[in-house]
C-alpha cells in the first residue's frame, strides 16, 4: 500500500534562526499525526543544523536535500556529492526540479544520471517532471512528462522506479498561485502510472507520485482526496509550520480514506 508522503522545498530561503523556528514549530504542529510521511528539504547548508534539531526532539520528520551532483567525489569545485548528502542524515533527494532545469540547464540525461547516483547511495530520488505553460497550451503536458520521466527507465530499466517517487509539477503553477485543478493532476497522475504500467503493474501501483505547485492548506485535501496523488511537494506553504502542518494533516486523513477504498475495491475485483 502506498504512503502519502508531503515534503516542504524551502527553496534558498532562510537562515540558522528561521530554519531553527521551523523546525521545532513544524514539530510541534505535527507531533503525533501518523499515516502520512513528512520530509523537509532545507538549503543544503542548513542539513546539518536541521539534522541536529531533529534528533533533539526525537522528530519523525524526514530529511531532504533539493539536489546533488551525479559524482561521488573528484575534482569537481562547488559540488555536493551524494555521499556527503548521505552522511548528514539525507533520505530524499529532489533531482530534476525545473528551477535547476531551466537555470542550471540540466538536461533529461543528467537527472537521469542524478537518479541513479542518488539510489546507488542509498538515497530515495524524488524526479520531478512537468511540462511549461507553452507546452501545456500546446497540448503536450503527457509528450514532456514522459520523456522526462524515459529518460529514467530508458538508463535504469522500469524498476528502478521502485520505492522511489515521482513529483508531477506543472511548471506554470510554480510559485504562481495558479494550481492546476485537482481533476486535472488526477488525469496526469493517471496516465503517468498507466504509461508505467505498461512496462510493470507491479512499480506502477507502488510508486509515489506527487503533485506540486502552488499547493496550499485550501486546496490540499482536493488533491489528496483523488486515487493516484500521493502526497505534495510543497514549495511556499512549506515556509510556514502552520500552513505545512495543515497540508500534512490533510494528506493524512484524505489519504488513509481513499488507499483503504482502493484496496477494498480492488480485493472486490479479485
Ligand atoms: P510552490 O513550489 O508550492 O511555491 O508552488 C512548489 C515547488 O517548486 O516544489
Redesign the pocket.
Known sequence: MRRPLVMG?W?LNGNKAVIEDLIKGIDIELNGVEGVDIAIAPPVMFLDLAKQLLSQVQSKIILGAQNVDVNLNGSFTGDISPRMLKEFGTTYVIIG???RREYHAESDELVAKKFASVKESGMVPIL?IGESNAQNEAGETLEVCTRQLDAVIKIQGVDALNGTVI?Y?PIW????GKAATSKNAQYIHSAIRAHIAVQSEEVAKNVIIQY????KPENAAAYFTQPDIDGA??????LNAKSFAVIAKKAATAKDLIYSRTQFIGKNII
Open positions: 522545498n527553496k526540479h525545473s528551477e520531478c513529483a509539477e503553477a510554480i510559485g504562481t506540486g505547485g502552488s499547493v511537494l510543497v514549495g511556499g506553504a512549506a
